[in-house]
């Protein structure tokens, strides 16, 4: 939850520093509830329109109260609704206005910051922009085109890239930070694949029926078998790992 000033003597004095908070105070505010949230982050919704904090003479952002509920709403629209900050952007004006507008329905768990794009009114497969990519992933145009150069992420139509993309990107970047490069990737790369290949083996005639229900109990069906790949695959480092450290 967000932390809030206590109030005694020093009330009005409390108040003010509430009206105008520093942006590593606001960083501090929203860190219990989001523990992954970067000044940086807060930036770049700055420049995205999202919030609009005071600026002082000497040019130092200066944060309300308000500036800081919004920016928690965005981050949590971002983690439990699976929307793009355009679609945010839009909602929250909406709520300044007066009107009611309904949210998807929320998805947590797979990623901290995914996105939703909406086709008719219907949530569909997620989809991003390259600049929020970047932004979400928290990494460089340079790393993001040398990842890509070795099949770690692809974009999509359009350039857009889906959901699973920023979980790849931040894992390729922490294991960096390890000094794997991605050119020590490409073997995790290829075994990817192969079990992506295997699964679509199991599910292809699932998949070809003309029953809509048994198509969709091929997409079940898949899921599945890739949750149980990423199980085994992690047991067998982990088996691996044991035998060479004893």
Same mark, same amino acid.
């Given at each position: 939850m967000l932390r809030t *000033?206590? !109030?005694g003597a020093g009330h009005g004095t409390a108040a003010a520093?509430?009206? +105008?908070?520093?942006?590593?105070?606001?960083? &501090?505010? =929203?860190?219990?509830?989001?523990?992954?949230?970067?000044?940086?982050?807060i930036r770049f919704l700055e420049?995205? !329109?999202?919030?609009?904090?005071?600026?002082?003479?000497?040019?130092?952002?200066?944060?309300? +109260?308000?500036?800081?509920?919004?920016?928690?709403?965005?981050?949590r629209m971002q983690r439990d609704h699976y929307l793009p900050l355009k679609v945010i952007r839009e909602h929250l004006d909406a709520s300044a206005r007066g009107e009611r507008?309904? =949210?998807? *329905?929320?998805?947590q768990?797979? &990623?901290?910051? *995914?996105?939703?794009?909406?086709?008719? $009114?219907q949530p569909t497969a997620a989809r991003i922009g390259r600049s929020e990519l970047l932004a979400t992933a928290e990494v460089s145009e340079d790393q993001l085109t040398e990842w890509e150069s070795y099949g770690l992420i692809a974009p $999509? @139509?359009?350039?857009?890239?889906?959901?699973?993309?920023?979980?790849?990107?931040?894992?390729?970047?922490?294991?960096?930070?390890?000094?794997?490069? @991605?050119?020590h990737l490409r073997a995790v790369r290829a075994a990817a694949?192969?079990? +992506?290949?295997?699964?679509?083996?199991v599910v292809a005639p699932l998949r070809r029926h003309r029953n809509p229900q048994t198509r969709a109990h091929a997409e079940a069906t898949a899921k599945e078998?890739?949750? =149980?790949?990423?199980? &085994?695959?992690?047991?067998?480092?982990?088996?691996?790992?044991k035998v060479r450290f004893h």
């Open positions: *000033p206590t !109030g520093d509430e009206r +105008a908070m520093s942006i590593g105070t606001v960083l &501090l505010r =929203l860190r219990d509830e989001f523990p992954e949230v970067t000044i940086s982050k420049t995205e !329109g999202l919030v609009e904090p005071q600026r002082t003479p000497a040019g130092y952002r200066k944060f309300t +109260a308000g500036d800081v509920e919004r920016l928690a709403r965005v981050l507008v309904p =949210l998807p *329905p929320g998805g768990g797979e &990623l901290a910051d *995914p996105v939703w794009e909406q086709d008719r $009114g $999509g @139509p359009g350039g857009s890239y889906d959901a699973e993309a920023v979980t790849v990107a931040r894992l390729v970047a922490d294991l960096g930070r390890f000094g794997l490069e @991605p050119r694949e192969r079990e +992506a290949g295997l699964v679509e083996q078998l890739a949750e =149980l790949s990423v199980r &085994l695959h992690a047991a067998l480092v982990q088996s691996a790992l």
